[in-house]
C-alpha cells in the first residue's frame, strides 16, 4: 500500500464542495437525464474537484464545480451517443411525476443548450460566464440560449392549448 | 422579467428541486457500466454515512465498511473525506482527516478514462 503525501488542505473549501453534492447531482440529472449516469458523473465531479482543490483560487466555487461537472457529462455523452431516442417508458418516474411537459421539451435541446439554459435560468449567470463554464464562445451560448428558449416557448404553449 | 421567463424558471426550479440528490453511495458496492468500473465515491463525515440513503445497490454493512477502512489503513474514528473503490468494493483511494485536521489520501486516484467514440 502507497501511502502518498499528506495534502494539506482548507478545510472550509472541502465542506463547501461536500455540501455542493446535492445541487451538482440534480443539475447532472437535468443535463443528462438519466440518473445513473448522472450520480457516476457527480461523484467523479467530486473526485476531481477534491483532487484539484489546490488549483481553486476563490471566486465562485460553484461555477469551478459545475465547469469540471459539466466537462465530463459532455464526454461522457460524446462516449454514449444515447441521449436520443429513449421512449417515454424509460423516463425518470420524479420528472414525469413533476412536470411531464417541461421535462419531455427539454428532451429536444441539445445537451449545451440544455445546460447552458439551466445556468442563465436557474442559476443567473451572464452569457459571458456560461462561455467560460462551457467553453463556449459567447455569442454561441446567446445563439443556444434564444433557440432553447424558442423552442420550450413553442412546445409548451402548445401544449397549454 | 417576462411571463414566460418567470414560469419557465419556476417549473425549471420544481423540476430539478425533484431531481434525485442522495448523498453519495457510501456504502454501496460500486456498479459496473460494460467495461468501465464506476467508482463509488463516499463525501463522508459520518453523519452523511449514517444518513445515507442506498436504494436499488447491494451495500456494504457498515461493520465491513469501517473494517475495509481499517485495513486499507485509515485509523479507527478518522473521518474519510472521500474515497473510490472497484468494482468488488475494494477501496483504490480513501481521503481522510487526520488528528491535526490534515487531510490525508491512501492510494492513488483512479482515473476514469474516456475512450475515443467507436465509429
Redesign the interface.
Same mark, same amino acid.
Given at each position: 500500500?502507497?501511502?502518498? %503525501?499528506?495534502?494539506?488542505?482548507n478545510?472550509d473549501l472541502?465542506q463547501e464542495? @461536500?455540501a455542493l453534492?446535492?445541487?451538482l447531482?440534480?443539475?447532472m440529472?437535468?443535463v443528462l437525464r438519466d %440518473?445513473?449516469i448522472?450520480?457516476?458523473i457527480?461523484?467523479?465531479t467530486? @473526485?476531481r474537484a477534491?483532487?484539484h482543490r489546490r488549483r481553486f483560487t476563490g471566486g465562485d466555487l460553484r461555477a469551478w464545480v459545475y465547469t469540471i461537472g459539466l466537462r465530463l457529462a459532455f464526454?461522457?455523452l460524446?462516449?454514449r451517443?444515447t441521449v436520443q431516442g429513449r421512449s417515454s417508458a424509460e423516463e %425518470?418516474t420524479?420528472?414525469m411525476?413533476?412536470?411531464p411537459d417541461?421535462?419531455v421539451a427539454l428532451a429536444a435541446i441539445e445537451p449545451r443548450a440544455r445546460a447552458a439554459?439551466?445556468l442563465s @435560468?436557474?442559476d443567473g449567470y451572464t452569457h459571458a460566464e456560461i462561455g467560460r463554464i462551457l467553453g463556449a464562445r459567447e455569442g454561441t451560448v446567446s445563439s443556444w440560449l434564444s433557440r432553447a428558449?424558442d423552442r420550450?416557448?413553442s412546445a409548451?404553449e402548445e401544449d397549454d392549448r | 422579467m417576462t411571463h414566460f421567463h418567470s414560469d419557465l424558471r419556476a417549473r425549471l426550479l420544481r423540476l430539478e428541486a425533484a431531481a434525485p440528490d442522495a448523498a453519495p453511495a457510501a456504502t454501496a458496492a460500486p456498479r459496473t457500466h460494460g467495461k468501465r468500473t464506476v467508482a463509488a465515491v463516499g463525501l463522508l463525515s459520518l453523519a452523511i454515512l449514517a444518513s445515507a440513503a442506498v436504494v436499488g445497490e447491494p451495500a456494504l454493512s457498515r461493520a465491513t465498511y469501517e473494517s475495509r477502512l481499517r485495513d486499507f489503513g485509515v485509523p479507527a474514528g478518522a473521518e474519510v473525506v472521500a474515497f473510490q473503490a472497484d468494482a468488488d468494493g475494494n477501496f483504490l483511494t480513501v481521503m481522510y482527516r487526520d488528528s491535526s485536521g490534515q487531510v490525508v489520501t491512501l492510494g492513488g486516484i483512479e482515473r476514469q478514462h474516456t475512450p475515443p467514440p467507436t465509429p
Open positions: 500500500m502507497e501511502l502518498a %503525501p499528506a495534502l494539506t488542505t478545510h472541502e464542495l @461536500v453534492y446535492p445541487a447531482a440534480r443539475r440529472a437535468m %440518473p445513473d448522472a450520480q457516476d457527480a461523484q467523479s467530486m @473526485v477534491l483532487e464526454n461522457e460524446r462516449r451517443r %425518470p420524479w420528472a411525476t413533476m412536470d417541461l421535462w439554459l439551466f @435560468v436557474l428558449k420550450l416557448r409548451l | -
